[in-house]
């Protein structure tokens, strides 16, 4: 059997200095040689890993057999974002964990064959558009799970609105996944292929300011909440509130949304710190220190509390940051945060952490080594320990209920307390994966579906 291809990758020491793609895409002979590892299963177990089910044997044979126009067409059956999810699921834990090769740690590269046959795609055409179901559905939030729920919605004749609060749509994918991980041509691209199916945009929308969900629903036979969870958590120490100490959200936002990045072209501030510390371990972690390293930053240290395995991010990002020369600080937990007579940041004082026996859920507490307290030189800090959903929505809607976290309670179907009203991806499961709000969303509309199919004709 042929070796798993390499990704062709941008040199380490050269893309710690640019904004550009990382990872570069598969050749078309790479492709085609990737795809033959394919061992066409009969009941094949990767599908199930995936949460939109991607057919992805039938897909893989077609790139086998150089038919690329059949292996996109046959995606986008399941999947209306495969630029984006070939580059970001976390395929390790999904489809390619599910891959029968993976026993010996050779699993097809199911996302990279997403992404080479999405970029291949030429027209970006539609199907023909269904008949009109005389129904109209609003969706919030342009994130994966509102642009799935409203692609699926749109295939099956509804008339679709998205309101978005930015003057962008795309949600994390836009304002949080940094351009050398996911370029935002990517994302435009994908937004109107969704556009193409006949769904409406309206930008610089903020429901619940601008109308209410029960606004809405007088004018919409159903609404989707897909507003994810895009409010900071903080760690609650003393000093967070020093100047130079960002949450990873507006540190990401003014990076990539605000393309701060692009100065002197693109004004917005931001500071650039020589010695950076970010806090956490998942991909918002590394997306920050990517981003801060490329800024130009001497030193960036990420100081997460658990060990190496435990880290949260995908393992390629873990990987391009160490390549890139990123320091991790396991097992070390902020304490607090130091600054000068003029409130900047200087230092941040940490404890070194051990790991206690598994508990209840599986999961080793980190647990606090007395006397082991010591300072890591930064001017800028940046907090990425996780957020939880905005309250706005949840706040104007009556009869929505919530639970303790701020996460809207659905069921499965995403059907939430309010009649007529669906939710899914982050707003309901908290901070997860592009790919798991998508596999709400989608279910999301097959329930919206089903509604208003069976809702009396007016
Ligand atoms: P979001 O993407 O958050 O979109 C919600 C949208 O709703 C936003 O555009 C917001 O502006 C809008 N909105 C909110 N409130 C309102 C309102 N009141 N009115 C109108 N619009 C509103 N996942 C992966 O699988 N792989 C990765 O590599 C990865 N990297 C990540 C990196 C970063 C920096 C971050 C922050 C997250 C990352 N994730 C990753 C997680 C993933 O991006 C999210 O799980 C996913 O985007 C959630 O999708 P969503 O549609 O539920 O919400
Ligand atoms: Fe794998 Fe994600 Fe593609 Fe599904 S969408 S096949 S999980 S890469």
Known sequence: MLERQKMPEQDPKVRRTNFKEVALGFTEKQAIDEAARCLQCKKPKCVEGCPVEVKIPVFIKHIANGDFDSAIKEIKVDNALPAICGRVCPQETQCEASCILNKKGTSVSIGRLERFVADMEKDHGTREKPHSSGKKVAIVGSGPAGLTAAADLAKTGH?????????????????????????KKIVETDVEYVKKLGVTLLLDSVIGKLETVDDLLMQFDAVFLGTGAGL??????????????????EFLTRVNLMKSFLFPDHDTPIRKGKNVVVVGGGNVAMDSARCALRLGA???????????????ARAEEIEHAKEEGIKFRLLTNPVRIIGDAKNWVTHIECINMYLCEPDGSGRCKPMPLAGSEHRIEADVIIIAIGTSPNPLVPR???????????????????????????????????????????????????????????MPVA
């Open 298 to 312: 001497d030193n960036v240290t990420i100081v997460y509390r658990r060990g190496e395995k435990e880290l949260p």
């Open 396 to 454: 104007t809607t009556g009869g929505l209920e919530i639970t303790k976290q701020g996460t809207v309670v659905a069921r499965k179907d995403g059907a939430t307390t309010k009649t007529g009203v669906y939710a899914g991806g982050d707003a309901v499961t908290g901070s997860a994966t592009v790919i798991s709000a998508m596999g709400a969303g989608k279910k999301a509309a097959r329930a919206i579906d089903e509604y208003l199919k069976n």
């Open 232 to 249: 900071p958590v903080f760690l609650n120490i003393d000093g967070e509130n020093l100047n130079g100490v960002y949450s990873a959200n």
């Open 159 to 183: 008339s679709v609105t998205i309101f978005e609060a930015l003057h962008a749509a795309g949600g994390v994918l836009t304002y949080g996944i940094p351009e050398f991980r996911l370029p």
